[in-house]
């Protein structure tokens, strides 16, 4: 120590790549093929590729509408499509899927013999893309799951509680571009090092505070909403004892989740009267997130259950969702239980 109190010792040197470290973490399960790491090196280049892009959107025309509507009569972006498109064209160069869901597309792709693999991915290629043209965060939301042992790859392999998926994770184009990954032991954020070209582990082991300070809601939805919800978010804006909470809200869920990870806190997406199961989708927002978050100490619910315990029916099915802080999560589901 010096005389400033500052270790003024050489800088750390330890680099750990995103692929270095899936590798050492795979090299303690003795029956890991390795099929696992090459699709998560599909999956991060992908991501590589979409931040390049969303980075020179304004530079190469992209921003703007398609002119088309996805499934949900969404309109679609440029990026939208684009990123899709890379995203579809590099899980099947892989060689490692079976099936694969996009919020853009409205029925699922089952990948041919020729390069078919045991993995099937749920993605939400750019979300937050109402966001694109103002410049503020999206980002790429993904989950894996294995195909049944019987299966070839058919639709029923991803119709499965989020409970059961192998990966989950996102990644931000942001300031940075963040890569947040669970394989189910914890989780992990890698930032984007231009310069190398390589996802550099930043924030190992991620835990979410027990309790936060921040609720993350779209309160011009109010109107709508059941009293319960209203009756919560009056309680930590206008709380007995303490402080009230800060309100925080992009409208873009990775991002929105990314925060509320780091800082703790509440996010939520109600169902209300008008949107009578929520605005997010289950398979490719829900459940990934709810995992993240779940990796991380936290709980991600629709009020009265566990989001990863849903059975989905269909690919593109709505659900509320709140996720967070495991206290403040609790908090609201004490007034779900009260109405
Ligand atoms: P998208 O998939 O069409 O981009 O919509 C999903 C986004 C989420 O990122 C965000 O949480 C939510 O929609 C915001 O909705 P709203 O603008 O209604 O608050
Ligand atoms: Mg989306």
Same mark, same amino acid.
């Given at each position: 120590m010096s005389h400033t109190g500052? =270790?003024?010792?050489?800088? *750390?040197?330890?680099i750990i790549t995103l692929t270095s470290h899936v590798l050492s973490q795979q090299q303690r399960h003795p029956i890991a093929t390795g099929d696992l790491t090459l699709l998560l090196t599909a999956i991060q280049t992908t991501c590589k590729f979409i931040s390049t892009n969303v980075r020179r959107a304004g530079l190469l025309n992209l921003i703007g509408a398609a002119g088309s509507a996805n499934v949900q009569g969404e309109d679609q972006k440029k990026l939208d499509i684009l990123s899709n498109d890379i995203m579809v064209n590099s899980l099947r160069a892989s060689?490692?899927?079976a099936v694969l869901v996009s919020e853009e597309i409205d029925d699922p792709i089952i990948i041919d013999a020729a390069h078919r693999g045991r993995y099937c991915v749920v993605f939400d290629?750019?979300?937050?893309?109402?966001?694109i043209d103002a410049g503020v965060n999206i980002g790429t939301i993904f989950g894996v799951y294995k195909c049944a =042992?019987?299966?070839?790859? *058919?639709v029923e392999d991803v119709l499965r509680p989020g409970s059961e998926l192998q990966v989950a994770g996102y990644c931000m184009y942001g300031s940075s571009a963040n890569l947040v990954i669970s394989t189910g032991q914890g989780v992990n954020g890698y930032t984007l090092d231009n310069g190398i070209g390589e996802f550099i582990l930043?924030?190992?082991?991620i835990r979410i505070p027990d309790r936060g300070k921040i609720y993350s809601f779209n309160e011009g939805n109010s109107l709508w909403w059941p009293d319960h919800v209203n009756k919560y978010l009056e309680s930590v804006k206008?709380?007995?004892?303490g402080k009230p909470y800060s309100a925080r809200y992009i409208g873009s869920m990775v991002a929105d989740v990314h925060r509320t990870l780091l800082y703790g806190g509440i996010f939520g997406y109600p169902a209300d009267k008008k949107s009578k199961s929520g605005k997010l989708r289950l398979l490719y927002e829900a459940f990934p997130m709810a995992f993240l978050v779940e990796q991380a100490g936290g709980l991600a619910t629709t009020g009265t259950k566990r989001i990863l315990d849903i059975q989905p029916t269909s690919i593109h099915e709505r659900t509320p969702i709140y996720l967070g802080s495991k206290e403040d999560v609790e908090d609201l589901m004490k007034f779900f239980k009260d109405q």
């Open positions: 500052f =270790d003024e010792g050489a800088p *750390k040197t330890e060689g490692k899927t290629p750019l979300d937050g893309s109402s966001n =042992d019987d299966s070839d790859g *058919k930043t924030h190992p082991n206008f709380p007995e004892n």
